[in-house]
């Protein structure tokens, strides 16, 4: 392949993936709806400990895991309050009012439990801290 044509797949990929939670959410516009998915994988991402994100990070589409792994210090204490995640959430959307952190937090994770493969997805449910485990789908 080439270098544009690897480029174009996963920005196709990466645009299926915000596609898929402007669905979710109800939301018409993209951009809106990509701050809210990079805001949400961070927040994750911040709550997992150092393996399970970047087992998560492997589940991916290239363009995305890079802005997942985007100001990531793995070696930073875990996040394990419901409140800071969804505190994060919020920062990440800039203080949008409209936006309602919970319900990104379960269209996400909802988006995660639809393309992630099984192991992957049981291993992150299971090490995301208790607070926020009922933000995962059933």
């Not at 690897?6 to 018409?28: P, S």
């Not at 087992?55 to 890079?66: D, F, K, N």
């Not at 994060?88 to 493969?117: K, Y």
Request: a negative charge.
């Amino acid at each position: 392949m080439t270098p544009n044509l690897d480029f174009a797949i996963a920005l196709q990929a990466t645009e299926a993936w915000v596609d898929d939670l402007a669905k979710r959410l109800a939301w018409h516009d993209r951009s809106r709806a990509w701050r809210a998915l990079i805001a949400t994988l961070h927040a994750l991402r911040d709550c997992l400990g150092r393996d399970e994100a970047v087992h998560v990070g492997t589940e991916l589409p290239a363009l995305l895991r890079g802005f997942y792994y985007e100001g990531w210090h793995p070696h930073t204490p875990r996040m394990t309050r419901r409140e800071l995640f969804l505190e994060r959430i919020v920062d990440g959307v800039h203080h949008d009012v409209t936006v309602d952190a919970e319900q990104v937090a379960r269209a996400v994770t909802a988006l995660l439990a639809a393309r992630m493969s099984a192991p992957e997805l049981e291993g992150a449910r299971a090490a995301t801290p208790a607070a926020i485990h009922n933000l995962w789908p059933e």
